[in-house]
């Protein structure tokens, strides 16, 4: 097989994924969660200017919801699924068109649901899309990447024994260049604190430029000021710029402190998608994010009830490279 090629996001999209709110059960609130994505695929679509956005719904109940919150500013398909986070669940698309599937096991055991493992193949035939097995489990937040062969990922999660048993680094390596085309591994310790991932590094650190790589600076009292830190030693270390990103800083919700984080955002085709969540840093992040990515349209919006069930935009989008 030809070694494969991921452009990086910020390369032209044919299309983007997104998963919408589809089981009560899962969330605090799930008018408001529904809400909250709804408000990122209009962001996404521009009005036009944007990629095409295909909502993925599980069933029709949530299928009529999300037509009613998107009108004609997304295509809502209906394919049974369990949770919402594409990230992990879709496939992951080269350049070429072909979808590449890795296995699934609910994030190490703690969440299984039905319609999860498979959802990514059954979207890509859906697209008439022609994909490829890879036999480990990989999920889509765990890494992030620049386009040139560099690809970042943590080793808390990647390495974990809850996913691949026995796996080596220099055997996820092996993988990662076989499987994606990755010539070089940025290995960053620790994802966020009370991120049930393990750990992914779309939470932490994000690639906005060839050898360009994104990571929060603490604020006082921030519960992951040792994580950013570990995060920049090793980058800088590896030979990586580093960019820095504000931090939300310390976000609770009810008594827990929640990986709240602003890297989160989504690098569409006319706008670049940062959650907020009522901080002091929303407006500084949005305009220091979008500043990275000009001719795109910098937008902030609240995701304080997508983050209850575990994640934010990047997390629930996959995108179709053109």
Request: hydrophobic residues 40%; charged residues 25%; negative net charge.
């Amino acid at each position: 097989m030809t070694t494969p090629h991921l452009p990086p996001e910020w390369a032209p999209h044919k299309a983007v994924w997104i998963g919408f709110p589809s089981h009560p059960e899962l969330w605090d609130s799930l008018g408001a969660a529904r809400a909250e994505v709804a408000a990122f695929a209009r962001a996404v679509h521009a009005d036009g200017a944007g990629e095409p956005v295909l909502l993925v719904a599980a069933d029709d109940e949530a299928a009529g919801a999300a037509a009613l919150l998107v009108g004609d500013t997304a295509k809502v398909v209906v394919a049974p699924f369990g949770d919402i986070w594409l990230r992990d669940t879709g496939v992951i698309v080269d350049d070429t068109g072909l979808g590449h599937a890795f296995g699934f096991n609910g994030w190490g055991g703690k969440y299984e649901y039905d319609g999860d493992a498979d959802i990514g193949r059954r979207l890509a035939a859906k697209k008439r899309m022609d994909t490829v097995e890879h036999d480990w489990i990989l999920e889509g937040g765990s890494i992030d990447w620049d386009g040139t062969g560099l690809v970042v990922t943590t080793e808390q999660c990647l390495l974990n024994r809850n996913r691949n048993p026995g796996l080596s680094q220099g055997e996820a390596e092996r993988r990662l260049r076989a499987d994606l085309g990755f010539d070089r591994v940025l290995w960053l310790g620790n994802g966020l604190a009370h991120d049930h991932t393990d750990g992914h590094v779309d939470n932490l650190a994000r690639f906005v430029g060839e050898n360009r790589l994104a990571i929060p600076v603490p604020e006082e009292n921030d519960p992951n000021w040792l994580v950013y830190a570990d995060a920049r030693r090793r980058a800088e270390a590896f030979g990586v710029e580093v960019v820095p990103i504000p931090s939300p800083g310390r976000v609770i919700h009810g008594d827990e402190v929640v990986p709240a984080s602003y890297m989160n955002f989504y690098i569409g085709n006319a706008a670049v998608v940062v959650p907020v969540y009522g901080q002091p840093n929303d407006r500084k992040a949005v305009e220091t994010i979008g500043a990275l990515f000009p001719g795109r349209e910098a937008v902030g919006l609240r995701a304080d009830h997508i983050l209850t069930g575990g994640g934010s935009f990047h997390c629930i989008s996959q995108q179709i490279p053109k």
